[in-house]
């Protein structure tokens, strides 16, 4: 039988190649979309035009409310800050900083892409947003966060829940008109694919594809 060196080996492996493959199909995602120019995909627009149609006060509120979680201050700054305190104060440092490079590097990942690709935004638009449609930076961090947790935690019910935060961002994003459909599938392959690669150095120095404090538990 395979020892648990071996299996620790194949499973963190297989958390590269995951994560790599996520990753390269946002990139291709948005090459797609690049050559398309700027009618996009026929689903985008599509999606789009439903999407109008359907507008009611009663969705707006709650996508607003999804879209002051998912940026500004609050993301960018709280949500990190926050994950590190509470990381540091249940004496895990090693998940700590996990949870803010996680963070941190889908970021800095959307915002590379934002400028190369260069998207324009849907034109009915109904808040403000910075350059750049192309992934959707609200949608990446929903998804990092849900992932880094699901992994730190290993709990069924954060994958649910998480799972559910994610599409709800996402339908949010493009309710509002922030985003095209496939902006948000961008985002959401690049915040799990970022989440998953960050997480296998903790695993290799940890020895176990579940990162810290995992080993005594395989």
């Known amino acids: 039988m395979p020892s648990a060196s071996s299996r620790h080996h194949v499973r ?22 690049s050559l398309r120019g700027a009618e996009g995909l026929s689903v985008d627009a599509e999606w789009m035009e439903e999407i109008v149609e359907h507008r009611s006060p009663l969705w707006e509120a709650p996508s607003r409310l999804m879209d002051f979680i998912g940026g500004g201050w609050f993301a960018i700054f709280l949500v990190p800050i926050a994950g590190l305190v509470a990381f540091l104060l249940a004496r895990r440092p090693y998940f700590a900083l996990y949870f803010l490079l996680a963070v941190v590097a889908s970021a800095g990942v959307v915002q590379l ?3 190369l690709f260069g998207r324009a935004r849907p034109e009915d638009i109904l808040v403000v947003s910075d350059f750049g449609s192309f992934p959707s930076g609200h ?13 730190i935690l290993r709990r069924r019910w ?26 948000t599938i961008g985002g959401a392959l690049i915040g799990a694919s970022v989440a998953v690669l960050a997480w296998v150095p903790f695993a290799v120095a940890s020895g176990s594809p579940r990162g810290p404090d995992a080993t005594a538990r395989d």
């Open 158 to 183: 954060i994958w649910i829940v998480g799972l559910l935060y994610v599409v709800a961002m996402a339908l949010s994003r493009t309710y509002l008109g922030a985003h095209w459909v496939t902006d």
């Open 139 to 151: 949608v990446a961090n929903a998804a990092t966060i849900a992932v880094a947790l699901a992994l």
């Open 12 to 33: 963190r492996r297989w958390l590269v190649v995951g994560g790599a493959v996520a990753l390269g199909t946002a990139v291709l995602l948005g090459l797609l979309i």
């Open 113 to 115: 892409l934002k400028q």
